[in-house]
Every structure is written in structure tokens, then in C-alpha cells.
């Protein structure tokens, strides 16, 4: 296995890097706070062809892997860029399986989410960019469904300004039932849970080089804070956990590509894990505590400033703890992730 980017990826990398540099960013995120997406900055992202570059190119997509959205996730997530891009690609992708992936989602003039929870009483809860999307994809009992309608374009308080939102389904088109709506929604919500560990890992890297670079220009006593031991020790082990956990994302997206050989084991004796419901599941956890490590020591280093609003670090930690979260309490994915490597046979949504 060969989780090393391709000179293809490479130039993937590159390019969304410098355009989340010069189109999202600190200040473009703070600037849209609250709701949490900046229409601008995703008009000039559809220029770029992003919002269906996970589809095939016979339905206008660019033809792009699980492995290159990863990518492109990881460099929103260094950027904390406003856009739901994770959120859209998921969707394309669920929708276009299915048969009913609308011309206006796959160019993004019409942005697309899924619901990550089954619906209660009509109602998809706590839904990512559920606030801006205008095509909600989720479960309604045994059946999955596309609403579709107007955005609420006001999202719900929360700490880290995402654009969450409770969305009606009402006369919702049907698009699978039974097993097979369960199968496709499953599919789905684990490749949210790689795209999100991505950006988990864009969110660590960043957090730590805002935390090296305030350690060395700081001064204190006459020399800057990171000649002190004990900064140091808050930083030395950083990029260790954050590659971790970029690995762990990476061979999240391998498998769930079908790379070569894979066939869905969960061997604890041998310590092979290649199926992609577990794996998927592990990166998301790993990364939200990555994350969350990384942005916590990075905000102490900073001291008091870093609590404070003009510095960065403070939103990188709202986002790394919001991010993490949306799917719920960690602890429970924690108990999918036992069940599915102690009882493969039985996948717990």
C-alpha cells in the first residue's frame, strides 16, 4: 500500500492550496460569521469545476477519486475555508448512484448536503450546511430521500459558526428504499467522515504552524518564548500526531477506493484493517483529536492573546472541536468503530 500522493495529487494540492489561500482564509471566515460560508468565495470555487470533480466526467464531473477530495479537504481545512465543500461532494457523489443528481449540483449553482442523521418526525436535524443547501439527502426510515427547496440561509447557534440547520423534508422524492437506502446512505456518511478527517488534518498542520511561528517572534525575558523548554514540549509532538493522523485519513480514502487487494478485513490478530466503514470511522476520531490537541497547545502557547479575536488560533479551535462534532459525541463513534471491528458482519449506521 502506497498512501503517497501522486504527481497528480501533488498538483491538486497545489493549486487548491493557493486558491484557499487567496479566497477563503482567517479573515474570510471570520468575516462569515456567523452563517459560516461565503457565497463569493464559493462562486469563485465553482469556477474551478471543485463542486463535481468527485463525479464522473460522463456527467460533467471531473472524474476525481475519494483520495484526491481528500486532497482538496485538507487544504480547506488548513485554510478553514467557509464553503461546503465536503458537504456537496458527498452529496453529488450519494445522488449521482442513485440516478437523481440534478445538472445544477453537479456545476454547484445549486449546492446539495446530507442529512448525517435519520430523520425524526419529518425533520432532518442538525444538518451540515443545511443552512445554504438547497437539495438535502437523507434517511427517512427505510427509505432515502431528496428534498429539495429554497436554503433557510440562517443556521442554528453554534460555538464554531457552521452552517447547521434543521430542514423539513416534506414532499420529498424517494430515491432508494430498504436495504439498499441504508447501504447508500452508509456509504455516504463514511465518505463525509473521510473528507472531514481531512480537514481535521488541514485544521492540526495550520494550528501548529500559527503556534511555531507565534513561539518564535514572542518575546519574553529578552528572547523569544520558544527557546523555553516547556513551550517547546507543547509543540515537539505535534507533527508526529497530525502525520498520524493524515495517514490514517489517507488509507481511509485508499480503501475507500477499492485500492489494490482491498477486500474488507478487520483482522485484529494481524492488525489488518482495510475496510472502509472502520477506517473511516478511525480517521474521523483520530483526526477531531489531532485537531483538538494541536489547536489547544497552540492557543496556550499564544497565552492569553489566543483567546482573543483578532488572533486565528481561536478560530481554528472553534472549528476543530465544531467539525469533529457534528456527527456527535465521539465516544458513540467509537462504539461503531468496536462493534464493526469485533462483529464486522453487523454495521452499525
Excluded at 3 to 29: C, M, S, W, Y
Excluded at 283 to 312: C, I, M, N, W
Amino acid at each position: 500500500m502506497d498512501l503517497a500522493l501522486t504527481a497528480d495529487q501533488e498538483t491538486i494540492r497545489g493549486v487548491f492550496a493557493d486558491f484557499f489561500t487567496a479566497e477563503a482564509g482567517p479573515d474570510r471566515a471570520r468575516a462569515a460569521e456567523p452563517l459560516g460560508v461565503d457565497g463569493p468565495a464559493w462562486n469563485r470555487l465553482l469556477e474551478t469545476g471543485a463542486p463535481g470533480m468527485g463525479l464522473p466526467e460522463s456527467a460533467g464531473g471531473g472524474g476525481a477519486s475519494l483520495t484526491d477530495l481528500a486532497v482538496v479537504a485538507e487544504e480547506l481545512g488548513a485554510a478553514i475555508a467557509p464553503v461546503p465543500f465536503i458537504e456537496h461532494a458527498v452529496a453529488a457523489r450519494l445522488l449521482f448512484a442513485t440516478g437523481a443528481c440534478p445538472d445544477a449540483v453537479v456545476g454547484g449553482t445549486e449546492i446539495a448536503t446530507l442529512a448525517l442523521r435519520p430523520a425524526q418526525g419529518g425533520i432532518s436535524r442538525l444538518v451540515p450546511a443545511g443552512a445554504v443547501a438547497q437539495h438535502v439527502a437523507g434517511l427517512d426510515g427505510d427509505r432515502l430521500v431528496l428534498a429539495s427547496g429554497d436554503a433557510p440561509g440562517v443556521a442554528l447557534d453554534n460555538h464554531g459558526c457552521l452552517p447547521l440547520a434543521d430542514r423539513p423534508l416534506g414532499d420529498a422524492m424517494i430515491l432508494l428504499e430498504g436495504t439498499e437506502a441504508h447501504a447508500a446512505h452508509a456509504r455516504a456518511l463514511d465518505e463525509w467522515r473521510t473528507l472531514t478527517a481531512g480537514a481535521l488534518v488541514g485544521i492540526g498542520r495550520t494550528a501548529l504552524d500559527l503556534g511555531v511561528d507565534y513561539a518564535k517572534e514572542r518575546q519574553q525575558f529578552g528572547k523569544p518564548i520558544g527557546s523555553f523548554q516547556a513551550v517547546q514540549h507543547l509543540l515537539a509532538d505535534l507533527p508526529g500526531l497530525i502525520e498520524g493522523a493524515r495517514l490514517l485519513a489517507a488509507k481511509a480514502a485508499w480503501a475507500g477506493d477499492g485500492g489494490p487487494g482491498i477486500n474488507g478485513i478487520n483482522d485484529l490478530d494481524n492488525n489488518d484493517v482495510t475496510d472502509f466503514a472502520t477506517l473511516a470511522g478511525m480517521a474521523l476520531v483520530f483526526a477531531g483529536e489531532a485537531a483538538a490537541t494541536a489547536t489547544d497547545r497552540s492557543l496556550h502557547v499564544h497565552g492569553g492573546y489566543g483567546f482573543a479575536e483578532e488572533y486565528d488560533i481561536q478560530l481554528f479551535y472553534r472549528r476543530a472541536r465544531a467539525w469533529a462534532l457534528t456527527l456527535g459525541d465521539p465516544s458513540r463513534e467509537c462504539r461503531r468503530i468496536a462493534d464493526l471491528l469485533l462483529e464486522p458482519s453487523e454495521h452499525a449506521a
